[in-house]
């Protein structure tokens, strides 16, 4: 086991599209003890079309929160594609691990310290928050969508033998030096982003920890077609399969210690 750093410096990532409404919420949720350790609050509006930039910008000046920063997106880059520019960013100004936390209020912001204890232990390069370790019906998940999430982990699993509870929740913590060691530039700028970027840590040898964290869907709105979706999971089993065997040379997927090279 590796020996716990001395001293992390940590950023909260908060992805936001249409969420006017909700990231003040979110943001008033974040515990103090959070707000005071942390250095940087960023906030990566993917070009909304309402008044989330605003409002962000707003919060910042009216709550007087000087490490809460806002990157507004020219362009809507896609879900994967905010995360891409939030990862880069991230290594980029040297932090040792980065927070996502959705802006539409679906994560309990309140269980942040809960996922960073493993970092403290030295212990992970990836924590991620599962609901489905958790009571995902009695925090309103949609039946479909729970049967969705269990059908799809299953498979999952499987192709990449594996024993996750899910591979499809969006509070997650990363190690920027374990970002570092893999081609996350090269996964989907849509929805599944979140899927292949674990099939990258699976493929380098880095490890995961997933914790349970409370269910709940609320006035958040989704964007996720879920039919498309799913079929976009089972597609990259698919690729992973190939890559596996021989028969089609996938660059993301092409990381040293990977699948060719028998990683368990």
């Known amino acids: 086991m590796n020996s716990p750093p001395a001293h992390l410096r940590i950023a909260i990532y908060i992805p936001a599209y249409n969420a006017g409404r909700t990231l003040p919420l979110v943001l008033d949720r974040i515990p103090e003890d959070v707000k005071n350790r942390v250095e940087e609050i ?10 989330t930039y605003l409002i ?47 802006g539409d209020a679906q994560y309990a912001p309140e269980k942040i310290g809960y996922l960073l204890e493993p970092f403290d232990k030295g212990e992970a390069d990836m924590v991620f928050g599962s609901r489905m370790a958790g009571l995902p019906l009695k925090g309103g998940m949609p039946l479909h969508r729970y049967l969705g ?54 493929l380098r040898g880095l490890r995961v920890v997933e914790r349970p964290i409370p269910t709940h869907y609320g006035i958040e709105r989704s964007y996720v077609n879920v039919w498309r979706y799913g079929l976009d999971i089972l597609y990259v089993m698919g690729e992973y399969l190939l890559h596996q065997k021989g028969l089609r040379r996938l660059a993301k997927f092409d990381i040293p210690g990977g699948a060719r090279d028998g990683a368990s």
């Open 56 to 102: 962000a910008v707003g919060y910042k000046h009216e709550k007087g929160v000087h490490n809460l920063n806002i990157i507004r997106n020219e362009r809507n880059l896609g879900y994967g594609g905010s995360q891409k520019v939030a990862y880069r960013y991230a290594i980029d100004q040297g932090y040792d691990a980065v927070v996502m936390l959705h």
């Open 42 to 51: 960023f906030i990566v509006d993917n070009a909304s079309h309402d008044n």
């Open 149 to 202: 999430n269990r059908f799809l982990t299953v498979v999952e699993n499987f192709v990449l033998d594996w024993n996750l509870s899910e591979y499809h929740s969006g509070f997650r913590v990363f190690s920027c030096a374990a970002l570092r060691k893999i081609p996350f530039h090269l996964c989907s700028d849509d929805y599944h982003f979140d899927t292949e970027i674990l099939v990258q840590f699976k």
